[in-house]
C-alpha cells in the first residue's frame, strides 16, 4: 500500500477494527468488535453506514506509524496527575502498558483504577464504577 500512495494510486484498504484472525489494524474477540460497533450509531441515511460517513477501513500504511507511536514514551511529560482507568482483560491497551506508564507519571498522586471488563466496557457497562472513581479523583485534584 505505501508503494502505492508513492505512485500517486488510490490506497489499498483493509479493515480497521476486524476479528482476530482477520487482517485489521485492531484485531479483537467477536464480543469486543460487537462492544465496539454497539456505541458507534449506524447512519439512517445510507450508503454511508456511520455517522459522519466513517468506514471501517484504514490504508495499511497507517501501520507504519502505529509501531512508532508508543503512548507510554509521553508518560514522563505528562506533569499533572493522571488517573489511569483500565480494564482487566484489555487487548488493546494492556494492563502491563499502564503499569510501565505509571511510575514514570512525574505526579506523585497519578493512579491506577482497575475495573473488570474489556477495552469497551468501561464506556458503557462499567460507567457506574468509573464516573464516580473519576469524579473522586477529579474532587481530590481541585481540593
Known amino acids: ?12 484498504y483493509i479493515k480497521s477494527f476486524g ?5 485489521a489494524i485492531l484485531p479483537m474477540s467477536q464480543t469486543e468488535l ?12 445510507p450508503p454511508q453506514p456511520y455517522l459522519g460517513g466513517w468506514e ?3 490504508p495499511p500504511r497507517t501501520m507504519l506509524t502505529f509501531l ?12 499533572g496527575p493522571v488517573l489511569y482507568v483500565i480494564p ?15 511510575p514514570l507519571s512525574k505526579h506523585p498522586r497519578s493512579r491506577k483504577f482497575q475495573v ?16 464516580p472513581e473519576m469524579a473522586k479523583f477529579l474532587q481530590e485534584e481541585l481540593a
Open 116 to 131: 473488570p471488563g474489556n477495552h469497551f466496557q468501561i464506556y458503557k457497562d462499567m460507567v457506574h464504577l468509573t464516573a
Open 34 to 45: 460487537d462492544q465496539y460497533f454497539a456505541i458507534h450509531p449506524i447512519n439512517q441515511n
Open 88 to 102: 482487566t482483560t484489555d487487548s488493546i491497551v494492556p494492563i502491563e502498558m499502564v503499569d510501565k506508564a505509571l
Open 19 to 23: 476479528l482476530e484472525h482477520e487482517n
Open 56 to 58: 471501517n477501513r484504514t
Open 1 to 12: 500500500d505505501a508503494g502505492r500512495g508513492l505512485l500517486g494510486m488510490t490506497p489499498a
Open 68 to 79: 512508532l507511536h508508543r503512548p507510554v514514551s509521553y508518560a514522563s511529560q505528562i506533569h
